[in-house]
């Protein structure tokens, strides 16, 4: 029995955010939803607007698989992730074996086509893309909860907007510029009424 694609329906149990009371509670299957949209989006711009050369199939693949680790590890809050390099270097085994023993629920013909999305190559330029993109979802998850006035993602708002600020991606940049402002758009508001 392949349980591959079970483990995947399962990402809509594992819920984020949980050292913070959030207006709406969100998953990550649709955090990996909204990263592999935003992935795509900073692909585009990255191509299209700035001459680049980024595999877009590959970075979206990567964000739609970045969080299969915590169906087994479940969503870490940052705080204890990153309490201390220690801390965050055991995480990062135990996040690796979860993937590993993950992919190793897909038929073998299977494996070796998907295994790779799994495991992103940190290196690349996709990754760092989807990683941005990553940060990017955080970000517009905190302007809806400081939307609904819930304050308590307004430290967070002003620290995920630094770190991207400090990647220093032209993309990420021009997403800010031409589309973040509607997110505070109501919905008469985004249909011009």
């Not at 941005?132 to 967070?156: M, P, Q, V, W």
Request: net charge negative.
């Amino acid at each position: 029995m392949d349980k591959f694609y079970a483990y995947m329906d399962r990402m809509k149990f594992i819920k984020r955010w949980q050292l913070m009371r959030s207006v709406r509670e969100e998953n990550i299957m649709e955090h990996s939803h909204s990263v592999a949209i935003l992935t795509h989006a900073l692909c585009v711009i990255e191509n299209k607007v700035y001459g680049g050369t980024v595999d877009a199939n590959k970075a979206v693949l990567y964000a739609l698989y970045h969080e299969v680790s915590e169906v087994m590890t479940g969503d870490l809050p940052t705080p204890i992730k990153y309490f201390n390099n220690r801390i965050h270097g055991e995480y990062e085994k135990l996040e690796a074996l979860a993937v590993e023993k993950i992919a190793n629920t897909l038929p073998e013909e299977m494996r070796g086509e998907l295994a790779p999305y799994l495991d992103a190559d940190k290196d690349s330029r996709e990754y760092r893309i989807t990683k941005a993109a990553d940060r990017l979802s955080a970000y517009i998850k905190c302007l809806e909860e400081l939307r609904s006035g819930n304050h308590e993602f307004a430290r967070a708002k002003k620290e995920i907007e630094r770190s991207l600020i400090e990647l220093h991606i032209p993309a990420v940049d021009y997403f800010f510029e031409h589309f973040i402002p509607a997110f505070d758009l109501t919905l008469d508001e985004l249909e011009g009424l």
